[in-house]
């Protein structure tokens, strides 16, 4: 059996429940082949308030989605039960100075399921709202105002620490090192730390870290550009942040080489970005499972990512050829009703049927036929895994990202275009009408299954933990360049002079014109590693376009921290990245885990 690197494991998410989406299931799933299948049991630890944790790990517990060896923590609960002891906050501290009295000012005090008092809220001038989480004698042992991760300007910059006799003996001048001290206090006697993050949401306030034995890991579990989904399209504003700390990570996961590629391609392919598809656990069939092969189902929610008004197009089309087949919608959100309407609209409601939130409707996958996924996008869904391993060949859209790292199209299951229902509806009567095409492709789903198994999954997380155990010494800091570009110019050869050009061209360069740039590149090394000569310097020509990317020839010279370099291409060169010649052209510095970029402006 594999062993996981010596250390603690915790598993950091901002919200934990039974009914909760792919990427909390994925982490949970991660969290138990960890401690089964890796012999480290890991910590759920969620950073959400809610008055019901206890009732929640029961939940979880009863459905197998934690383990009894798995401890799963909450910041609130975790101070209100054990108090702040020494030394708290490393903010502005208070004294003996007492808790200012709010109470002619609240407006709500609730209570937890077992009655005990939870939390009064307190509204100011303002509608601002003060929020006070209270013991079980309903003293208060924490003030914060309230807040919500998705908005950074509603992040609270005081958090008071309160004792028992209503003195606050500490504060935290933010989220950041509040959450922070929190992992201090969890693995105080651990000597290695390793700090999973699944919620884009904690990253900006976990990292970076300076502590040398912790090694902070974030899995991005969903798609983090806007359409059309480029690498080079705007990026989703909660995932900023995330883009953004890269370099603090000792690992940048994702869960297909295309999506590394893509955010590789937008800001270097420094050493800590590394691929971990997801998992899946392969179960026993039902003693009495009996496949209905005229049944389709779906399992997601009812958002818009997921697209499910056209898997109700696609079924008005597979009944007219197929009249006994029928399609189960499992999950639940806020576009039930809208699902519901178009479904009476196109006659189907004896057809489809909205089967709601079932926490195990991914065994539904045992009895059906086929599967059908119709999202805008995905990561690496676990839906369609849990399809494959119970023998369920599934029908999706060619979309970014997983489908067609999971999918053999014609083997294990069917990939068409995007958006394409026609194509889809086709595959769909296909396997309903071929009850042999179905069985022999959801025996191939199956073998597919069986390669993301937990022996293969620990065996991957293995080398990127070892991988960054052996890069934490070197790890650099890049606290600002300076770039100066000295002698940018096209230059021809032939007898007339030619002039100088911006980065854009919007026509046919003469025969032989050959572009040259010469500058130099200062580097302000930060903590860490200062040894500049393990550093990458490129030229690059990119086309926006195509998204399509070169590195062109570049002679670079190190002195101290400075690098100058210099650069003479044929333009016929830099313009076969773009026939209409619209290439950008970029200077990209890639340290390590560190990397910095800007485009040139020539002319």
């Known amino acids: 059996m594999t062993q996981l690197p010596a250390g603690r494991y915790l598993s950091c998410i901002h919200n934990v429940h039974a009914t909760m989406s792919g990427q909390a299931r994925a982490m949970l799933m991660r969290s138990r082949m960890f401690t089964v299948a890796g012999s480290r049991p890991t910590t759920i630890m ?108 509603s992040w609270p910059r005081r958090i008071q620490c309160v004792a028992p006799d209503g003195r606050v003996v500490g504060e935290f001048n933010g989220l950041g090192q509040w959450f922070r001290r929190w992992i201090r206090d969890v693995t105080s006697t651990d000597d290695r730390v390793f700090v999973f993050m699944d919620s884009r949401h904690l990253v900006p306030h976990l990292v970076p870290t300076h502590d040398e034995s912790t090694y902070l890991i974030y899995v991005l579990h969903n798609m983090h550009l806007a359409p059309p989904y480029q690498w080079y399209s705007p990026v989703v504003g909660s995932y900023r942040p995330v883009l953004g700390r890269i370099s603090g990570l000792d690992a940048f ?50 958002k818009a990512q997921k697209r499910l008004s056209d898997a109700i197009s696609v079924f008005r089309r597979v009944v007219d050829d197929h009249p006994d087949a029928r399609l189960d919608i499992f999950g639940s959100g806020t576009l039930e009703p809208l699902l519901r309407r178009k479904i009476e609209r196109d006659g189907l409601t004896d057809v489809v049927r909205l089967r709601g939130f079932h926490p ?42 997983g489908p067609r790292e999971q999918i053999t ?58 991988a960054a155990i052996e890069k934490k010494p070197e790890r650099t800091t890049i606290r600002g360049a300076t770039l100066e570009v000295t002698h940018p110019r096209v230059a021809s050869h032939s007898p007339s002079p030619q002039p100088e050009t911006g980065h854009r061209r919007d026509g046919r360069s003469p025969t032989g014109d050959v572009l040259e740039v010469r500058g130099r590149l200062q580097v302000e090394a930060g903590p860490g590693t200062t040894d500049l000569s393990t550093a990458d310097v490129e030229l690059l020509a990119v086309s926006r376009p195509s998204g399509t990317i070169r590195a062109l020839p570049l002679t670079v010279d190190l ?17 076969e990245v773009d026939e209409e010649e619209r290439t950008c052209l970029t200077i990209r510095l890639t340290w390590r885990n560190s990397c910095w970029t800007q485009g040139l402006h020539l002319g």
């Open 360 to 401: 195990q409707a991914r065994d539904a996958f045992w009895r059906s036929g086929a599967t059908m996924m119709t999202s805008r996008y995905e990561a690496y869904p676990l839906t369609s895994l849990e399809s494959l391993s119970r023998g369920c060949p599934v029908v999706s859209y060619d979309i970014k990202y």
């Open 253 to 302: 996961v994702t869960l297909t080489e295309r999506q590394r590629d893509d955010i590789a391609n937008r800001r270097g392919r420094t050493d800590n970005l590394y691929v971990v598809p997801n998992p899946v656990e392969t179960p026993s069939p039902p003693s009495d499972n009996e496949r209905q092969h005229n049944l389709v189902t779906v399992v997601a929610r009812h």
């Open 46 to 153: 969620s950073f959400k308030a809610a008055p019901d944790y206890e009732t929640r790990h029961r939940e979880l517990l009863d459905q197998g989605l934690v383990l009894p060896g798995m401890p799963m923590l909450n910041i609130y609960d975790y101070y209100r039960d054990r108090g702040w002891g020494a030394g708290v906050g490393r903010g502005r501290r208070q004294g003996a100075r007492r808790l200012a009295d709010l109470a002619h000012r609240r407006r709500r005090s609730q209570r937890r399921p077992d009655g005990s008092p939870w939390r009064n809220t307190y509204v100011l001038e303002g509608e601002h709202r003060i929020l006070d989480y209270l013991r079980e004698d309903g003293t208060p042992y924490l003030r914060i105002p309230d807040y919500s991760f998705e908005y950074r300007s």
């Open 559 to 575: 002195h101290g921290n400075v690098f100058g370099f210099s650069s003479r291409v044929p333009l016929d060169v830099v313009n």
């Open 409 to 466: 199209d014609g083997v294990d299951g069917f990939l068409v275009a995007d958006g394409d229902i026609d194509a889809m509806s086709t595959r769909i009567v296909q396997l309903l009408r071929r009850p042999e095409l179905a069985e022999g492709m959801g025996q191939a789903a199956q073998r597919t299954a069986a390669a993301h198994g937990p022996d293969a999954f620990v065996d991957s997380w293995v080398a990127v933990l070892e």
